[in-house]
């Protein structure tokens, strides 16, 4: 058995399809386990390659049944021996039903073919493999799924499944063996499994919900003033493919309604619940708890903007120039952090979007650092990508004064200036280049070049953050066309962390 790649390559190989083709047979696929679910019975899409030959594209297991294929057979290619069969399903206006029983290990196959259909179009198979034992001695509940699975199923090669118009969010998408409701036409219960019965009962439901419009069971349970979603009503009658919560006593069930319809329309619904309220109490708790982070920084943001504001304060009554100059680098040292923060409280997670964040410090410090009638660009090469909280700072202090020790020391006397950021990140590991077309070393060595010296602050900051920080390295260099490089290795800690 010879295998290829994945789904995505698989329908590659076919350029006949077009986008609407390919897009049909992916939201067969995202939606093709309740069949598998409901039909106790392991699903196969077959696909024709160029040459004839038939390859299976993807399969899904059931998750309500021992699967029969425990082995991956994307990308297999279907025996020669089949092929026959394979092409009269293809050709099948209907279901197709193999005339021969198979034997896989111990078990007795019974193989249906589904051509799928869009558009007048005979895209592929959805072959059904059914294990004959699971079809001896069945009780009400098996009966019920099956026969609901096996109308989906029909419903292929009429082009009805998947849905075309069907409103999901996906958010939580309940599965069969969570509890399922058959509905007829008009929406009453045929029958409805012991878990939908469970979950309508944590609702608040006591009646027998057999005989009844599952319209009026769910709006029973509503009390006056609950918040009810628009597409509830859609999903408690049937009527469309639509996806909701009902929300009651405390409790919430997911819902989802999947239409059943022969040729002559709508004849009824499976709708899938479940219980939910575990997930929903666990997404509010982690909601407050991310207003509380993000509410957090928001205050050490509005503090450090405060403290900023004294230094300008004072550096503004000092008559001192030397002492005016370090209250306002102190000053921009402290806005550095702030404007950090002020990322991370517009998140609710502890990681900052590090690229949003540095270029309007980067744009901030140069704004500040240059005189009127100069002009500095700065470029950056490559992304940061998202960084955690107690990397962000040092880094953003380290670039700040690096860029900063830039405009001052290397465009002093110069209108315009550029100044490029290069980044490599792979995983924890970050390599920075800052580089710049002004001064450079020549007309810096009588101590203008005290930036590699580390006999200025701002140098000893880099130095601190960069080995201390991230225990790396920091290396001063001339640039070859003039200027000054400046070359960053570092390791990233909160993200060895949350990369765990």
Known sequence: MEHMA????????????????????????????????LSFADLLLVLQTGDGHYVVAEQCRPSTVMSLRSEDVVGTRISDSLKAEFDAAMESEYIYHS?????????????????????GKTLGLVVRETNMATRESNGRYES???DAGKELFEMIPRGQFPYVDSVLNQRHNARVSDGFIILSADGIVGYASPNAISCFRRLGSIDTMQGRYL??????????????????PLVLSGKAAVDSELDASRSAVSIRSLPLSDEHGRTGAV?????????????????????????IHHRVKNNLQAVSALLRLQARRTKLP?????????????????????????????????????????????DLATTQDQHIHITFMGKFGMMPAQDATPLSLVL?????????????????????ISVGRGGNNLSVVVEDDGNGYSSESSGGFARSSGSGLGTQ?????????????????????GGTRVVLNMKLRAAQESAA
């Not at 575990?278 to 207003?291: F, M, N, S, V, Y």
């Not at 130095?463 to 260099?477: L, Q």
């Open 6 to 37: 994945d789904f995505t390559h698989i329908l590659a190989t076919r350029p006949d399809f077009n986008n609407e083709d390919r897009e049909w047979l992916h939201h067969l696929v995202a939606d093709w386990q309740v069949i598998a679910d």
């Open 99 to 119: 005339d021969t029983l198979r034997t896989r290990g111990r078990a007795v196959v019974c193989d249906v073919y589904a051509p799928v259909r869009h558009q």
């Open 144 to 146: 019920e799924s099956i």
């Open 215 to 232: 319209s009026e069971i769910g709006t029973s349970l509503i009390r006056e003033n609950d918040p009810v979603p628009e597409s509830l």
């Open 271 to 295: 709708v899938l619940c479940r219980d939910v309220t575990e997930l929903r109490r666990r997404e509010q708790e982690l909601q407050t708890k991310d207003a509380t982070i993000s509410e």
């Open 322 to 366: 030397e002492v005016r100059k370090e209250l306002e680098e102190a000053q921009r040292r402290v806005q550095t952090i702030a404007v950090v923060h002020e990322g991370l409280s517009q998140t609710a997670d502890e990681v900052v979007d590090f690229d949003k964040v540095i270029s309007s410090l980067l744009k901030m410090s140069v």
């Open 400 to 420: 700040t004064e690096l860029v900063n020790n830039a405009v001052e020391h290397g465009f002093e006397g110069r209108e315009e200036g550029n100044i490029t």
């Open 461 to 481: 900051i880099i130095n601190t953050f960069v080995t201390n920080d991230f225990g790396g390295s920091v290396r001063w260099e001339p640039r070859r066309e």
